[in-house]
């Protein structure tokens, strides 16, 4: 079983939509959570650090929950340039490995 | 932010050259540095962990005299796949961290091996 695991997609909805994005992981043992984006054939970027308590970017809010092991990411007015695989990453301390999940492929039409 | 350069960007060789591929930490001192490989769908996987001054730490099922790593310097990590073949042919992603903190990523390598 993967560490890390995300429902692949796609996911395609209408700019201005809502979308959320779900992500389980494995290792209890994880300390620290991300979300990346990369866009096609480019390097992932890091989009937002996941803390306990939830936190808000923007348009961007990501939650941890701890006893679920699960990891979400909302995109609020989701717009053109949001289309993009985005990543869940699970950090271990022990070993500064990152655990990327397979991504969430996200597609917004006009 | 802090940058990550790689060089090549893309590189295209022969069955059973060899290739070495740069990473550069290029305001900041990595003292940590990692390897990723990225198949086409795939999630990025680790490869491996080198500090610098010490020999790399490498991920279960990589070899480690295949992919040969070397950090000599807090700025450069240098990646050599030997003998390459065409299932090496992959996304090569370099990371540089700074003593246990984000990791910034190079804009990777695209290698194809005919």
């Known amino acids: 079983r993967k560490e890390v695991e995300q429902d692949p997609g796609p996911f395609n909805v209408p700019e201005g939509a809502t979308v959320a994005f779900n992500c389980t992981y494995s290792?209890?043992?994880?300390?620290?959570f991300f979300w990346y984006r990369q866009d096609c054939r480019k390097e992932p970027k890091l989009l937002m650090s996941v803390y306990s308590s939830g936190n808000e970017d923007g348009r961007f809010t990501a939650q941890l929950n701890r006893a679920s092991q699960y990891i979400s990411l909302l995109i609020r007015d989701s717009k053109l340039s949001d289309s993009a695989t985005y990543l869940c990453v699970a950090f271990s301390n022990s070993g500064y490995a990152l655990n990327f999940g397979k991504g969430t492929s996200l597609l917004v039409t006009p | 932010g802090a940058v990550v350069s790689q060089h090549p960007s893309r590189v295209i060789c022969k069955s059973g050259t060899s290739v070495k591929i740069e990473c550069r930490s290029l305001d900041f001192q990595a003292t940590t540095m990692f390897w990723y490989r990225q198949f086409p769908k795939q999630s990025l996987m680790l490869m491996a962990t080198s500090n610098e001054g010490s020999k790399a730490t490498y991920e279960q099922g990589v070899e480690k005299d295949k992919f040969l790593i070397n950090h000599a310097s807090l700025t450069l990590s240098t990646l050599t796949v030997t003998s390459a073949h065409p299932e090496d042919s992959s996304f090569y992603i370099c990371s540089g961290a700074r003593n246990g903190e984000t990791q910034y990523f190079g804009p990777g390598t695209r290698l194809l091996v005919l």
């Open positions: 290792n209890s043992a994880s300390q620290s």
